[in-house]
C-alpha cells in the first residue's frame, strides 16, 4: 500500500502547482453546499445561546420535527442548547402571542480532518484500484466521501461507501490493465454544511500492485535430514498464475532468535536448507509481481521443527494438512 501527504501537501499541489491552480478550481472538484444565510451552524457537542430578530422578550420556541426532544429550551427568548447533538438539527421557530415571529435552521457542522492518509491499492494487474480513507473526526452521518482521479483535461469522480464496522470510506477507482505513470487522488468529504479536501495521494501506477499474502502457508520436516525444514504454500487470493507470475520471499528464524534469514523463490515451495537441529523455527511467506519489487503482505506465521529420532512421534501432526494444492513443483531456489 501507498500512502502519502495529507491534507496541506494536497492544497499545495492544488493550488501552486497541480491542475487546479486556484481555490475556485479546487472548488469544482469539492465543491462547497450551499447554506442557508440565517442558519445556525455549531460543531458537535458545542452549546447554543441564540435567538432571532422579533423574538427578544417573552417568546417560546418550538421545534418542526414533532418527534424531535426540545430540551432545555430554558430562557424564553433564546433557543439554548448545551450539548449539541445531531438529533438536535431542526428548524426552530420562536412564537410570541401564539404567532410565529422567527425561524432559525440549527446544522451541525464537520470541523477539519487532519492527518488521516488515502490508502490505494489494487490486488491483481487487472483489478480496479481500490483506495480506503478513515476519517480522523466524527463525521455527519450524511457526509459523503468522493475520490477525485486527476487525468488532465477532466477529472473523474468515484463515490466511496461507508463501512461502520471499520469506520472506513472505500472507493474503486477504474484501472485498465497496462496503464501506467503517475495517478493522483484527492479525497472530498462533504455533507449539508461544509466539504473539504481532506487527503491525496500521488503515485506510479505500478506501486500501487499490492499483491495479498500467500495462503496455508505449512511447514514439513525432511526426512532424515536434521538440519531441512520444507515451506510450502498456496497462492494468495486473486492470482491464477496464468499470465502474470510471481516472486516469493521466504522468511525464517528460530524462535526467541533476533536472527532472520529470508531467500526468493518463483516455486510455491521451498527447502530451507539451514536450519538449526531440534529448534522451533518461524516462517513466513510474502509475494510480489515477478518483476517488482513491491513486496505484498506477509502470510501468518507458520511453525516447523527439523526432522529428528527422538521427535517423530511429534512429526507427524506437523506434516502439511491435505487440504487444498499442495506444489509438485521442483524446489530451487533462485
Ligand atoms: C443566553 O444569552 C443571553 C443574552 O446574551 C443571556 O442573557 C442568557 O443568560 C443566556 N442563557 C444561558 C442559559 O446561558
Ligand atoms: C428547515 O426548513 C428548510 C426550508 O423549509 C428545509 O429545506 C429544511 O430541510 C428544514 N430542515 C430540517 C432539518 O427539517
Ligand atoms: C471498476 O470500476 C468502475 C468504476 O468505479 C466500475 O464501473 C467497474 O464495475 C469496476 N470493475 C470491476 C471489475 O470491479
Ligand atoms: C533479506 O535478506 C537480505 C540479505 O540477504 C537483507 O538485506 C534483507 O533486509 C532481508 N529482508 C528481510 C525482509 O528481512
Known amino acids: 500500500m501507498v500512502g502519502t501527504a495529507g491534507c496541506c501537501s494536497a492544497l499545495i499541489i492544488v493550488l501552486c502547482c497541480g491542475p487546479f491552480r486556484t481555490s475556485r478550481a479546487a472548488g469544482t472538484i469539492c465543491p462547497k453546499p450551499a447554506v442557508p444565510e440565517d442558519a445556525i451552524l455549531v460543531t458537535l457537542h458545542s452549546a447554543v445561546n441564540r435567538t432571532c430578530a422579533g423574538c427578544e422578550g417573552r417568546g417560546s420556541w418550538s421545534r418542526h420535527n ?14 439554548v442548547l448545551s450539548s449539541v447533538t445531531y438529533e438536535d438539527e431542526d428548524n426552530y421557530t420562536c412564537y410570541k402571542d401564539g404567532a410565529a415571529v422567527c425561524s432559525v435552521e440549527l446544522m451541525v457542522k464537520d470541523e477539519q480532518q ?55 470510506f472505500t472507493c474503486s477507482v477504474l484501472y ?22 481532506t487527503a ?22 525432511v526426512e532424515n535430514n536434521r538440519r531441512r525444514l520444507r515451506v510450502s504454500w498456496s497462492r494468495p487470493e486473486f492470482w491464477d498464475g496464468l499470465f502474470y507470475h510471481l516472486k516469493y520471499q521466504v522468511l525464517y528464524q528460530v524462535e526467541g532468535s533476533p536472527h532472520a534469514s529470508n531467500r526468493t523463490t518463483k516455486e510455491m515451495a521451498f527447502i530451507i536448507p539451514d536450519a538449526v537441529m531440534g529448534r522451533k523455527h518461524l516462517i513466513r511467506v510474502r509475494a510480489s509481481e ?3 519489487e513491491n513486496w505484498g503482505s506477509w502470510s501468518e506465521v507458520a511453525m516447523g521443527v527439523p526432522w529428528s529420532d527422538e521427535a517423530k512421534a511429534t512429526l507427524v501432526s506437523l506434516r502439511c494438512g491435505g487440504e487444498g494444492e499442495h506444489p509438485t513443483e521442483d524446489i530451487s531456489p533462485m
Open 66 to 79: 414533532p418527534h424531535g426532544n426540545l430540551r432545555s429550551l430554558a430562557d424564553g427568548s433564546h433557543l
Open 176 to 197: 485498465s490493465e497496462g496503464s501506467s505513470g503517475r495517478q493522483l487522488f484527492y479525497l472530498c468529504v462533504s455533507s449539508r454544511t461544509t466539504s473539504q479536501l
Open 114 to 168: 487532519d492527518g488521516s492518509k488515502l490508502f490505494c491499492y489494487h490486488r491483481h494487474p487487472t483489478h480496479n484500484i481500490t483506495c480506503h480513507w478513515k476519517p480522523s473526526r466524527q463525521l455527519h452521518p450524511s457526509a459523503r466521501a468522493t475520490l477525485v482521479g486527476v487525468r488532465l483535461p477532466v477529472p473523474t469522480f468515484y463515490p466511496c461507501t461507508y463501512d461502520s464496522s471499520s469506520e472506513k
Open 290 to 292: 515477478e518483476y517488482q
Open 200 to 221: 491525496s495521494l500521488e503515485a506510479d501506477a505500478k506501486d500501487l500492485l499490492h499483491v495479498g499474502p500467500p495462503l496455508n502457508v505449512c511447514v514439513a520436516p
